[in-house]
């Protein structure tokens, strides 16, 4: 059984970062393709980051020079730097495992806001 707890969400302003968090349990980490996706209100969910089990990152456009994923396989965990943050990164944000399935977190909410 896989499961993904994600934590580190909150209401920051903008210009303002965040970093989130997310533990895997079970022993698919090491090998998994780890991600972050969000999902805004109204809109469908969107790839923000992702890194290989070496470690290969990959960013859209819009988050590329600001957003930071990292892996920690000691700790099977994965983080998510975010920083100047904006108002349209607002939503909720979760964490992936691609592995010979894909596993989800539950998703924790950012909202940047003035």
């Known amino acids: 059984q896989v499961q993904l707890v994600e934590s580190g969400g909150g209401l920051v302003q903008p210009g303002e970062s965040l970093r989130l968090s997310c533990t895997a349990s079970?022993?698919?980490?090491?090998?998994?393709?780890m991600g972050w996706y969000r999902q805004a209100p109204g809109k469908q969910r969107e790839l923000v980051a992702t890194?290989?089990?070496?470690?290969?990152?990959n960013y859209p456009e819009s988050v590329k020079g600001r957003f930071a994923i990292s892996r920690d396989n000691a700790k099977n965990t994965v983080y998510l730097q975010m920083n100047s943050l904006k108002l349209e990164d607002t939503g909720v944000y979760y964490c992936?495992?691609?592995?010979?399935?894909?596993?989800w977190g539950q998703g924790t909410q950012v909202t940047v806001s003035s």
């Open positions: 890194i290989t089990p070496g470690g290969t990152t």
């Open positions: 992936k495992a691609a592995w010979t399935q894909n596993y």
């Open positions: 079970g022993s698919i980490f090491r090998g998994a393709v």
